[in-house]
């Protein structure tokens, strides 16, 4: 079906007043009262909104879908207080999912990433963003960006892909790999992602390893967004300023003067990743609280992944975010999971509701704004609407 007026919500996020919406095709046509959009549209098929608020679809920037196996016995021992590092440290985390993915076929991640991403829908989210990770040496990174550009090509989702340089894998010289993420692997990955991530941790890699790759990526035309100061601060703020990165993430290790930085940097994004936090156990709580005069500019996201975050959903990522960070405004909840990564994205279709943009919709059983970060935990997805077909 092609027309849809979605009729009487009691508020549409983000609009003045409670509007009746005329989708044509995959666009918002027009906003208004019922009767002059059914006098625009006589033909539409009338959807009764009643009783719902209406807010774009979910825009998750940042994801590791694409994996195989899992690692529920991970949670459990970081739940009995063994620290996320020292188990990487130790040749498992990331290692473990690595050698799960070196064991599976393309299509096998294929199959696994559609399992992940039909239920992503289900969860209103209509842009997600995947980055590769797990494959670590060329033939199976590329093995993994290939599966991601084949969901690209046929789910519903719209996928940002993103390749990230996760880990130096067990057993190969540190610089020998350096040099082939470098010469081959960033060049040669650049047709299949438009996004370069590298993870800046102790034991991990220094801000000297990712300088030099990110100026490699940066001459390539990638764009730069990064995991940094997640458990050590190891200065990675600072290098996002010189390599001129668009976001960094994780952010639970934060001093007031790159926190001031930040805020300077009015092309810099701060994604928090509360999930993530809350099921690493750690110590530390993003600090939200220090970017609080750039409220267009935080982000939050479910950071899914088979390890530190087997969540993807970001209702309950909103609801994670209320508890660790104590946000007192609904309506930046929402933001930081529609409109802010939307725009972090270079996306302008998507992430509000106006006449023109993508219809990207979301129909929740609630009263107002207010009840959707209060209400996360029960099922008030009434219905997702994705490019304007009904899901
Ligand atoms: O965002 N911190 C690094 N990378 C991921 C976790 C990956 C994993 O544990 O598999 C993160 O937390
Ligand atoms: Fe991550």
Redesign the pocket.
């Known amino acids: 079906m092609s027309e849809i007026i979605i009729k009487n919500p009691n508020e549409v996020f983000g609009c003045a007043e409670a509007q009746s919406l005329l989708i044509k095709k995959d666009i918002i046509h027009a906003t208004g009262n019922v009767e002059s959009l059914i006098a625009q549209s006589p033909d539409a098929e009338i959807i009764d909104a009643e009783g719902t608020v209406i807010i774009p679809g979910f825009v998750d920037c940042?994801?590791?879908l694409v994996f195989a196996g899992s690692r529920e016995n991970e949670l459990f021992k970081r739940a009995a207080g063994r620290p996320y590092l020292e188990i990487l440290e130790a040749g498992g985390g990331i290692h473990n999912t690595v050698k799960a993915v070196h064991q599976a076929t393309e299509d096998e991640l294929v199959e696994n990433g559609r399992h992940f991403l039909d239920y992503a829908l289900k969860m209103g989210i209509t842009t997600i963003e995947i980055?590769s990770?797990y494959g670590l040496d060329y033939d199976n990174e590329l093995k993994m960006l290939k599966a991601i550009a084949r969901l690209k090509t046929e789910h519903a989702v719209d996928i940002v892909p993103t390749y990230?340089v996760h880990s130096v894998p067990k057993g190969v010289d540190r610089n020998t790999y350096l040099d082939e993420v470098a010469d081959r692997m960033i060049p040669d990955f650049k047709q299949y992602a438009q996004w370069f991530?590298i993870?800046i941790e102790k034991g991990v890699f220094s801000i000297e390893e990712g300088e030099r790759l990110i100026k490699k990526a940066k001459a390539e035309g990638y764009k730069i967004g990064f995991?940094t100061n997640q458990v050590n601060d190891l200065g990675g703020v600072m290098l996002a300023e010189r390599m001129g990165a668009t976001h960094i993430?994780?952010l639970e290790t934060l001093s007031d003067a790159d926190a001031n930085a930040i805020i300077k940097n009015k092309d810099l994004y701060a994604v928090f990743?509360p999930t993530?936090e809350g099921l690493v156990f750690s110590e530390h709580t993003g600090r939200i609280d220090k970017l609080m005069e750039i409220p267009e500019r935080i982000i939050l996201?479910s950071?899914f992944?088979p390890g530190?975050?087997p969540v993807l959903n970001p209702l309950f990522v909103m609801k994670a975010a209320l508890m660790r960070y104590r946000i007192s405004d609904p309506h930046l909840l929402v933001r930081s999971m529609t409109s802010n990564p939307a725009r972090m994205l270079g996306f302008t279709d998507r992430g509000v509701i106006a006449a023109g943009k993508k219809a990207d919709l979301l129909l929740l059983d609630v009263k107002n704004i207010e009840q959707i970060p209060y209400y996360a935990s029960f099922p008030i997805i009434r219905q997702v609407i994705k490019n304007g077909e009904l899901y």
Request: zero cysteines; charged letters at 20%; a negative charge.
């Open positions: 940042h994801t590791h980055k990770g990230l991530d993870f995991h993430d994780h990743l993530a996201s950071d992944n530190s975050s």
